[in-house]
């Protein structure tokens, strides 16, 4: 049978009608959930015009915080970790803390050896493949460790500009510690930094061990950890015979670290570790009034006066015709340490020559008596001060600052007695304590009776 196709008519393949488009044109209706395809493409699925993105979970969310805010991370643990590091902190004698100090270095050197054995490019044994990532937050982390417990122990024997700058430079190193731009430096600033804590740690060890400071003491530090630095260059000669690379990357850094604090020690930057002042103050009168029992007499000042608040005893000084300043003072040693010398020096500002000493100063025999309050003591300059500022500095007998207190010096033209305050010091208590206090905590008198009054024999 014959079938005729209209004239107009075209077969349904050669249709330019796109199937599932609108057959009006103008703009679609809001709304309208139509699928629009192109010639050419493929014809979309509604089911695929939805969104199939996963929500992002809790754990999602606090990883694109933490991310966005890195660096503020980063201070935050450093500073946490720094604040944890101040209110746990050992006394310097104690031997967990020294045993730990000693591990930990062990740690590091081992460390030290495999990064230089295995360096970038060498394929580490399949032991350590699943924890070599690891190796340089582990390095940091045992040098932040070290770092931030030798640097509190500087600071407890730390006083006066000089001091403080070494001091500075510690916490400085402390903090380039945790940055990655500081760990990029590679193997030579670790070598460097372990190089240090190794002189540190001998330089607040050996005095507890032997008993004593001095500058042979420090110089024997170094020795030792010029010693440690030698060992590492043996022990990776085996392995690495290119002398210039191990020159640069072990030689350099380890021994110019040591040499760096030999020269800073004769400079008298390095604070005397383990001495150090736990409390000093400046008073009219110190009177030992029993064993252990300090009396400490200073002018109390009226209210107004509130920055007084945060002086050790008289440090606004009014004084008159015969009068001297008692520097008091209270020093830390260690257990067992021998008796030493300190020697106290006065200084005057003078309005032409400036800073100006009197005399050579005071020798002082002071010991370590097992406590922690230290050993006290007192002095005075020898003479009536002249109006000024004033400071007293107390120092080892070879020269190295140990404390620093700074006064003002003004006449007193006053006739009528001086208000006075009293405070007491004690043995196991670091600062003064108020008269009354010191009064409620001492036991009552025992009550006196009378003797029995004697009676005659009964004839």
Known sequence: MLTVTPPDSKPQD????????????????????????????????????????????????????????????????????????????????????????????????GLLVLEQRYPEGVEPPKLLMKVWRFREDALHFFL???????TLFLFKSSSGFTPLLFLGGMFGLLVANELPRF????????????SLCVTLYFASLLPVLLGRVGWWIFTLSVALGCGSVYGLLRVLKRWRPDEKALLRTVAVPGFGAQALLLGCYFLGVIPPVPLAVQYSGIYHSVERVSAGVYRLTSEDHPWWKVWTAFHHGDQDFTVRAGEEPMYFFRIFAPKGFEKYQVRVRWFFDHPEKGWTALGKGFMANVSSNGSEGGYR?????????????????????????????????????????????????????VKPISLEEWQKSQPPPAPVTAPAAATAPVP
């Open 183 to 194: 760990r990029q430096l590679g193997p030579v600033i670790r070598v460097a930094l372990f």
């Open 144 to 150: 932040g460790s070290l770092l931030s417990a030798f």
């Open 377 to 429: 003591y007192y002095a005075r300059p020898g003479t009536t001060p002249k109006p000024g500022d004033w400071r007293v500095v107390l120092e080892t007998e070879d020269g190295h600052e140990i404390n620093r207190l700074n006064f003002t010096v003004t006449e007193d033209t006053r006739t009528e007695p001086r208000p006075e305050k009293v405070d007491v010091s004690v043995l196991k208590i």
């Open 14 to 109: 050669a249709s330019t009608e796109v199937p599932g488009s609108p057959v009006g044109t103008g703009p679609l209706p809001p709304g309208a959930n139509v699928a629009v395809a192109t010639p050419g493409a493929a014809v979309a699925d509604p089911d695929d015009l939805v969104s199939t993105e996963k929500l992002p979970t809790l754990v999602d969310r606090v990883q694109a915080f933490r991310a966005k805010y890195e660096k503020q991370e980063m201070a935050l643990f450093f500073f946490a970790g720094f604040l944890y590091d101040v209110l746990t902190l050992s006394p310097i004698d104690d031997a967990l803390t020294e045993v730990q100090n000693f591990a930990y270095l062990a740690i590091l050197a």
